[in-house]
């Protein structure tokens, strides 16, 4: 089977699948956001009360309870979202809002990133976003390799932004 025939076969069953993986994503999301919430707000309790004598570590701390409130709040309208969707008849035409959370959730992750690497030279919160959106939402091939392609993209070119040293750079690392 060629590419072409992949693409149209993958075409046509997602016709076939769309309104059930549009339910299962909204269910899916609707739990994911709470606990996302839960999370969350537990990181904001925990950096918010630490507390450092130098001052990077402690501009450090802000911005990553900063950056946890933020997704706290966007996780908390996503679950909002989810229960006015649940009462709509018809999802189909709510498809791309996991998509867009996905996008989300990788953008915060490559800002939390960055924010990181004024301590170390890791690059975890990135790496569980992108697993956490791949193995969370039915989303078809084409559109996870986009998703996770330009979240990539975004992180080489921030990482490029806060390091001018290259062999730093190729050695970004999970901890």
Do not use: Y
């Not at 990788?106 to 919160?125: E, K, R």
């Not at 330009?150 to 062999?167: C, I, N, S």
Request: with cysteine; aromatic share 8%.
């Amino acid at each position: 089977m060629d590419l072409k025939q992949t693409l149209q076969r993958w075409r046509n069953e997602d016709r076939l699948v769309l309104d059930a993986a549009c339910q299962r994503n909204v269910q899916v999301l609707g739990v994911a956001a709470w606990a996302m919430v839960a999370l969350n707000v537990l990181h904001v309790a925990v950096f918010a009360v630490l507390s450092f004598d130098d001052p990077v570590q402690a501009v450090w701390a802000r911005q990553i309870a900063w950056a946890h409130a933020g997704m706290a709040l966007l996780m908390g309208t996503a679950g909002l979202w989810t229960r006015w969707a649940a009462r709509q008849p018809h999802a189909s035409g709510l498809r791309h809002v996991p998509m867009l959370v996905c996008a989300a959730v990788l953008g915060w992750a490559v800002l939390l990133t960055v924010f990181d690497q004024t301590i170390g030279s890791h690059i975890n919160a990135f790496i569980n976003a992108a697993m956490g959106v791949s193995i969370v939402f039915l989303l078809r091939p084409p559109v996870v390799l986009g998703l996770l392609a330009m979240g990539w993209a975004a992180l080489a070119w921030a990482l490029g932004g806060t390091t001018q040293d290259p062999a730093v750079l190729a050695t970004h690392r999970m901890n």
